[in-house]
């Protein structure tokens, strides 16, 4: 991050560290709780070194992205490569995560107010609906063709 930890964070800092989390959440570094937990964390921290420590034992980079020593590399066996289309099973769940927390905030909305002052139009359905179809879609027939 910075030579001095005790200079202080910026909103632009502490967002930086949460999509990080978020990704390393994404990736399986974290679990749900974990990234609850160090997001409390993340937007209570003052300075540049709470926000270190709270990201000190994920890796800054992907360490699946970092070439691999040629000792290491199998000669005879490579890993399949995925098709153009395919969606990693890491980003379809945060897709569905995503429209599952929106979808049931806008449910619990509408119901407060159907609670609260009698019959009213279903209209979270409308946000639900196309949204949860097109993710239906991607899952069963993959990503748009040419998107790597």
């Given at each position: 991050m910075a030579p001095n930890p005790d200079i202080r964070a910026s909103d632009a800092d502490r967002d930086r560290v949460a999509a990080s989390l978020r990704e390393h959440c994404?990736?399986?570094?974290?679990?749900?709780?974990?990234?609850?937990?160090?997001?409390?964390?993340?937007?209570g921290a003052?300075?540049?070194?709470?926000?270190?420590?709270?990201?000190?034992?994920?890796p800054e980079e992907d360490l699946y992205q970092l070439p691999v020593p040629a000792s290491q590399a199998k000669s005879?066996?490579?890993p399949a490569k995925p098709m153009?289309?395919?969606l990693e099973p890491q980003r379809m769940r945060?897709?569905?995560?995503?429209w599952a927390t929106v979808s049931m905030i806008n449910f619990t909305v509408w119901l407060i107010i159907l609670v609260t002052s009698g019959a009213v139009y279903p209209w979270w359905?409308?946000?639900?609906?196309?949204?949860?179809?097109?993710?239906?879609m991607r899952t069963v027939f993959g990503?748009?063709?040419g998107r790597g």
């Open positions: 994404a990736e399986g570094r974290i679990t749900m709780d974990e990234l609850d937990e160090r997001l409390e964390s993340v937007y003052k300075t540049l070194g709470q926000l270190q420590e709270i990201t000190s034992d994920l005879t066996a490579s153009p289309g395919d945060a897709m569905w995560g995503a359905v409308w946000v639900a609906g196309p949204w949860g179809a097109i993710l239906l990503g748009r063709p």
